[in-house]
């Protein structure tokens, strides 16, 4: 049958299992957008930037495990995706951008709202396209979604010329897709299994290092038999954060910049690192000359440039990560490594980096913590970029599998508050808190009127600190504290929230903290709590710009009044 162009994106999108497109239109996607109404499969929700659009696209994506899914429009509308899609890159989160761009005639002559979108984000993409007819767009759309979501997900985008969206041409929707250069591969090579399994029953002092690729490819059944078989401590990166339940007696928080000190002290020390579905980023290994130099490294990836990118490997793995475990985890002999084990809970103890002292100010911990406490563990944690970010990452504990959604590889300030409305829209019977700063909310904060248009019922903590934190404590502790820029006059978040029609409440002391959650938790519909913290708190454990993981800065001891909270109880001392 003949469809136009736009139809034809109609057609391929309810074809992908399309729910929710995230969008503004403009004038070279006016096209598009006409037709819409005769796809009612297709949720559209109308955002105030495009960046929203590209950021709730990726945290529908990262909740739902599905292709997210975002429009716009060509010029301005086009270029204001380019830091979603970044980040989406960065952080391997499938998504395909559909983009308005003007007629083909006036390609290249700088019309009006033109730019070379595909040119721009070349870099940032798996892969682009300019279409340039329509009879190609159901080939070009079902590729689109196998690259996105297939092999490393990543972004991919659809340029799509306004005469192209009318033009009329045979629609065929292919079965599948041949692109014979693209193969990625699923299955480890067994000889490096082998060598990787002997290492693992032979190590010591063993340690895995969990990443986003473990949530990615929902290992979390393999990841936990190997764990217990082989009896290893388990840590994270920041985006591995959930992939494995944060109470067993095997695991040990996050390392890196922000990480544990007991789990930074456990890789300076290991004998043996297994590095799953990570990427050694620069905020976890540190300084990557000093990384680990008592280990030898596994790592299972399945991007093979990754693999001795960053840090040198003994036994690269490349493969799917559920699929590479399932298969060595059959050459894995049952163990136990008691005095290893001992030796991280004796650091722990002697370097207890989630305990929170006393304060007659709200401490930005504390609020976390009672988001923790309020909601039994049991939402989906959604931050922006700075302090909040990593209090969240620290201080609430995450059983669940694929709970938390923050930025990580590119830092991008103002994730929070649409990636927060994906996750919802994506998971509707879940509860979706942002805990987002005043800062970096301030970056995407339009999207309260996505909000309050959509009913999207997410809760909203502000970590309301006054200044832009993370660069602050820079400033603090390495720059004489000259407080340059960083400063921040903020608005009354309340009265916003309630310009928009939405509720909220602004608490200022200690003992309203765990009131307001309450009543968040209490209202049907999304709700947002303005918290006036502590100015100048510091996030720590830090290890400074630099330093190797083993030199880790904690709380200065004059600071730290040990709280009487379940520390213990939640992060328990093995009995192994």
Partial sequence: ????????????????????????????????????????????????????????????ARATGKVGVCFATSGPGATNLVTGIANAYLDSVPIVAITGQVARPFIGKDAFQEV????????????????????????????AFHLARTGRPGPVLIDLPRDVQIEQAEFNYPSKINRPSYKPTLKGHPAQIKKAAKLINEARKPVIIAGRGVNISKAYAELKELVEQAQIPLITTLLGISCFPESHVLSYGMLGMHGMAYANMAVDAADLIIAIGMRFDDRATAKVSAFAPHAQIIHIDIDPAEIGKNVRVDVPIVGDVKTVLKELNKQIVATNHIDWVRQLDDWRREHPSTTIRDSQSILPQYVVRQIYEVTNGEAIIVTGVGQHQMWAAQHYWYDKPNTFISSGGLGTMGFGLPAAIGAKVGCPDSTVWCIDGDGSLQMTIQELATIAQEKVAVKIAVIHNTYLGMVRQWQEMFYGKRYVATPLSSPNFVKVAEAYGLPGLRVERREEVTPAIQQAMEEPGPFLIDFVVEPEENVYPMVPPGAALAEVLEEPKNKTKPKAVKDSAKLPVSNI
């Fill in 1 to 60: 049958m003949k469809l136009t162009g736009s139809q034809m994106i109609g057609e391929s999108l309810v074809k992908e299992g399309v729910e929710v497109i995230f969008g503004i239109l403009g004038g070279a996607l006016l096209p598009l957008y006409d037709v819409l109404p005769q796809y009612p499969q297709l949720r559209h929700i109308l955002v105030r930037h495009e960046q929203g659009a590209a950021h709730a696209a990726d945290g529908y």
């Fill in 116 to 143: 070379d979108i595909t040119g721009i984000t070349l870099p940032i993409t798996k892969h682009n396209y300019l279409v340039m007819d329509a009879a190609s767009l159901p080939e070009i759309v079902k590729e």
